[in-house]
């Protein structure tokens, strides 16, 4: 984390909070909206290295949940919604509640996944932690497609030119597991999307795959996020989970501990998850503002 950045950036939005006269002010008081995105990142980064060290064999996940909710707070933020925390075989979007007392095991791939916002500018990433060596060849296959997207993300991009790229770096990929060789499969049921002000999952959508989409990258804040797997290209309901659409544009942490503190309310969405059992699945995720000179990779 970029730290002279950071308290920059934090220092300028602090000011804004405490001095309403420095709203729509001139100079070095006024945020702009790169400042918000940026000290969002920061904030979504910082929370990463303090919880790095929990994602091991025997952590419950429950506590990597209530710990990146209180980093959160503790710097002020909000959270756009829950944070997940996906094992193995479940995809994505899984959050788990209090009564959970599931554990990280050495075969599990982990899959992290939270947000930032502030005063509505939002940050979305996800990262993946694996154990088991065997398991390398999905975590690089991963990787690459979306070093290879970030690298090609620019205004102008046929958008389909992301999904195409992806594709072809996951599928030159395959896996000895449990002793049987897998070609890996990108998901296809899950995207990409643009990021608006307050509102997480924007109009665009970034498909993982090769598509017609010739429509081309405008400024704007956006998320890649290719999910792949071993044995499957699409994904079905799993349990329910906290309401992960409730908390689209959510503002403040009230709302969020609205949510929390009545989750029987909330039982409504649904985490993902592979059809097959044996499955392992691995994501990533970043966020990008992109504009017609300028690229921020805001969460690496």
Same mark, same amino acid.
């Given at each position: 984390?970029?730290?002279?950045k950071?308290?920059?950036?934090?220092n300028? +939005?602090?000011?804004?909070?405490?001095? &309403?006269?420095y709203?729509?002010?001139i100079?070095?008081?006024?945020?702009? &909206?790169?400042?918000?995105?940026?000290?969002?990142?920061?904030i979504?980064?910082d929370?990463?290295?303090?919880i790095?060290?929990?994602? &091991?064999?025997?952590?419950?996940?429950?506590?990597? #949940?209530?710990q990146?909710?209180?980093?959160?707070?503790?710097?002020?933020a909000?959270?756009?919604?829950?944070?997940?925390?996906?094992?193995?075989n479940?995809?994505a979007?899984?959050?788990?509640?209090?009564?959970?007392?599931?554990?990280?095991?050495?075969?599990?791939?982990?899959?992290?996944?939270?947000?930032?916002s502030?005063?509505?500018?939002?940050?979305d990433?996800?990262?993946?932690?694996?154990?088991d060596?065997a398991?390398?060849p999905?975590?690089?296959?991963?990787?690459?497609?979306?070093?290879?997207?970030?690298?090609?993300?620019?205004v102008d991009?046929?958008?389909n030119?992301?999904?195409?790229?992806?594709?072809? =770096?996951? !599928?030159?990929y395959?896996?000895?597991?449990n002793? &049987?060789?897998?070609?890996?499969k990108?998901i296809?049921?899950?995207?990409?999307?643009? =990021?608006e002000?307050?509102?997480?999952?924007?109009?665009t959508?970034i498909?993982?795959?090769?598509?017609?989409?010739?429509?081309?990258?405008?400024?704007?804040?956006?998320?890649?996020?290719?999910?792949?797997s071993?044995?499957?290209?699409?994904?079905?309901?799993?349990?329910?989970?906290?309401?992960?659409?409730?908390?689209?544009?959510a503002?403040?942490?009230?709302?969020?501990?609205?949510?929390?503190n009545?989750?029987?309310? #909330?039982?409504?969405? +649904?985490?993902?998850?592979?059809?097959?059992?044996?499955?392992?699945?691995?994501?990533? !995720?970043?966020?990008l503002?992109?504009?017609?000179? =300028?690229k921020?990779?805001l969460?690496?």
């Amino acid at each position: 984390m970029d730290y002279y950045k950071y308290i920059k950036y934090k220092n300028k +939005y602090l000011d804004l909070k405490n001095n &309403q006269q420095y709203k729509g002010g001139i100079g070095e008081t006024r945020m702009t &909206q790169l400042d918000y995105y940026i000290l969002a990142g920061n904030i979504h980064k910082d929370i990463k290295k303090n919880i790095y060290h929990m994602i &091991q064999p025997g952590t419950r996940i429950y506590d990597i #949940f209530l710990q990146i909710r209180q980093l959160t707070k503790k710097h002020n933020a909000e959270i756009p919604f829950p944070p997940c925390i996906s094992l193995s075989n479940i995809v994505a979007h899984y959050v788990p509640f209090s009564d959970d007392n599931t554990i990280i095991a050495n075969g599990d791939m982990v899959k992290v996944d939270y947000g930032v916002s502030i005063d509505g500018h939002i940050v979305d990433s996800a990262f993946s932690v694996y154990y088991d060596p065997a398991l390398k060849p999905l975590y690089d296959a991963t990787k690459d497609s979306i070093d290879a997207a970030i690298k090609m993300f620019n205004v102008d991009i046929p958008l389909n030119e992301i999904g195409k790229t992806i594709q072809e =770096i996951v !599928e030159s990929y395959e896996i000895n597991y449990n002793g &049987q060789l897998y070609p890996l499969k990108v998901i296809k049921t899950l995207k990409g999307h643009s =990021i608006e002000k307050s509102k997480l999952h924007g109009a665009t959508s970034i498909l993982n795959y090769i598509n017609t989409n010739t429509n081309r990258i405008t400024p704007g804040t956006y998320a890649i996020e290719p999910l792949v797997s071993i044995m499957s290209d699409h994904h079905i309901p799993y349990k329910p989970t906290n309401s992960f659409t409730s908390y689209n544009g959510a503002r403040n942490l009230s709302l969020e501990d609205n949510i929390m503190n009545n989750i029987n309310e #909330f039982k409504q969405d +649904y985490s993902f998850i592979s059809p097959y059992k044996n499955d392992m699945v691995a994501h990533m !995720e970043h966020s990008l503002y992109v504009d017609n000179d =300028i690229k921020h990779i805001l969460t690496e």
